[in-house]
């Protein structure tokens, strides 16, 4: 970390993806980021977010101490170690006088930034004996670990793009989300990736109430209505059945209860599902053909369908077509090498679906429990986010009255923002790890100030798995901030150490009498790895560790079959052939979630290059339904739904679908702010319009982010 300037490689880490970069330093200082072009997987792709990297690192309003709220509502500037101090202090108390469920914590999508913030937040959990652990996974897509807990799962995997003849994306837009599910276009430089591919012959199925841009380049696009996935699904795996298009053998060997699925799909031929997704009947049959006349390749969700009703019969419909059409790998398939994951065995085999854990906590609304067992993806515990705010406010036996929010904004990311700010000031005991003062972060007791990430070690952990080729990237803090900031694990450790608890990683504890290196804390964390993590770290930049290739493995077992029929399928079957809920028929209009290329999140707003692109987060509505409502694009409107109600900007869009809205979350701020501020310059939180209690999904607590029912109203001076 010299004092004169430098280039050096280094990744992104704005959003997941973790772009190579060259970056430029002097006197400790970020001064500019590159792509980096010799990088053999991204090859010099960046986005215009990480392109402002520089920007964020030295922002005005970074938060360069931590901060404590006196009494008075001021803030003071506080040290690291004396916020420890009294954290620990606190926590101690709580624990010893309501036990510690009273403790929880809350890892938002910054939290996944840091490789090791995670698991050693986790681990922290664990020292603590608290079940009150949270991440913003269960507001995500937890339908597709929910899945994998009742059906079962296929341990190598579903067929990789790579060698994929055909994919079928539903409600994912990876050219501007970079997000992708196991199957999917692997979303590093997607755009040339997918162009490739394609001219090679690969054919895309898009399933999307918006063309987007993923789906303005796909072969077949199904402009479905929002929310009528699972009845398209149950349709088309209908259709194949009855066409005798299945693999019979695969479902011979390795399904159960295929007949039992076959029967209860019965009433969705192709003429009800066209009448109830608004795709025509050719459409429909054209892309189930294309799907399952094709030899390899998957089908896969976003947050689209997971994020609308019923995301549970969803995924495990998702599942059910994949499996029908044998798009699983088998022995000796290629598989993602995944350098940092162990050398065990991927096994092409299916393993039935195990009872839930017996020791599972339980949820006080809802019914809910934790979410815990093995999944295709690994294993999961933890609580639902979307009662948590419940969790805090109502009084009793397992109470929480402690929140560490990291890097994450409940405040605008969690249903019910009224509620939900209710529950944050509520807490006995608040801290959020942020950046900056977000909505989340003013109503802390303590901010703690991290460490951005080129002032960090990071390896690219979080998407390992996602990789095709043997790639990994060891990436080195490149300046040393001379302020008072820690990295989020740092703080866990240095509240255990106060707490006398423990923090257990795969390889063992931690040191807790000398505060390990970053390294040495991936190290413990990446221990069973393929490559030693030092060898990684010797690269200057990304690397490709050739000679690296692995396949999934015979079966060890032929018994175990996935479940096609787990129990409370049928019944969602039948409430969905039922129709939309009569509630839904008040309303005019569908409000759907969807990504902006320039914020992630609740991120990116602070940043003037970015919000030359919009400060605002508007409600995109087709040109038919503006002429309808004689509004135009820059209107304001009130959009209300039957939880509450918020103004928006509109903007028109050919690409949306007639009777469907588009607005990205995590927008506005807190509701007292909203009033003040104009909405054209901070956007609104649609979190007001997401209920917490009503129509929450079975097992995972899964709020309605999309296919919100509303209406608009145009003119809100007089509504
Ligand atoms: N209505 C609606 N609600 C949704 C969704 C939706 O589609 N619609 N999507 C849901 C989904 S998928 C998710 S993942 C959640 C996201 O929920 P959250 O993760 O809770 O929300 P973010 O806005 O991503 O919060 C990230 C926070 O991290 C801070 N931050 C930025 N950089 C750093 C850093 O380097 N370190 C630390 N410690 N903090 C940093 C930011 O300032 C910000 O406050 O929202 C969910 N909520
Ligand atoms: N630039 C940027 N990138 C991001 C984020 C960001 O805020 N900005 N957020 C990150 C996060 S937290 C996540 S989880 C990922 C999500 O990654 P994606 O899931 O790819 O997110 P979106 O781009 O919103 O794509 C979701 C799509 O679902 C469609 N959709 C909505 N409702 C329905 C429905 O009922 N059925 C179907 N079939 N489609 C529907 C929307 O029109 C939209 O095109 O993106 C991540 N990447
Ligand atoms: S896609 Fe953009 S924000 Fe995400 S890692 Fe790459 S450059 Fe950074
Ligand atoms: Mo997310």
Redesign the pocket.
Known sequence: MGKSLQRKKSYCRF??VYCALEVETNEGRVVKVYPDPSDPVYGGYTCL?GRELAAVHNHKDRLRSSLKRLPDGRYEEISSEQAMDEIAEKLTAIIARDGPRAVATYNG?YAFQNSAAVPVCRAWHNGIKSPSYYT?VTI??PAKAISGLRAGFWGAGVHRFAEADVIML?????L????SSNGGLPPFSPSSRLRKAMKAGLKVIT????K?ETASRSNIHLA?K????PVRFAGIIRFILKEGLQEREFCRDHLGNLDALSTQIKPFNLEYVSARTDIPVNDIRAAALMFATAGRGAALT????D??PHPNLTEHLVVALNAVCGRFNRAGDLLNPSVLGSNRPRLAQAFAPRPPPDDLAKCRFQGLTEIAGLTAVGRIKEMPVSILSDEILTPGKGQVKALISVGGNPAVAWPDQEKTCRALEALELSVSIDIKMSATAKLADYIIAPRLCLERDDVTLLVDSWYEEPYSHYAEALVEPDFDVIEEWEFFWGLAKRMGTEIRLPDGPLDMENKPSKFKVLENITSRSKVPLAEIRAQDGGHVFEGISVTASPPVSGNERLEMMPEGIDDELAEVFSGPPTSARDFEFLL??????????SSGRDLDALMKKGTTNPAYLHPDDLDHLGIVTGDEILLRSEHGQIPAIVAVSSKMKPGTI?M?H?WGDLPGVETKAPVREIGSCIALLVSNSEGLEKFSGMPRF??IPVNVIAEPGRA
């Open positions: 959003c997941h977010k999508s913003s995500d897509q539903i409600g994912n837009n990876p501007v989300s970079h997000f399933v999307d109430p918006s987007t479905i929002p929310g009528e996935d976003g947050t689209g369908p994020m609308s759907i979630s969807q990504r902006l290329k320039h914020v992630y999140n588009s990205a995590a999309s296919s």
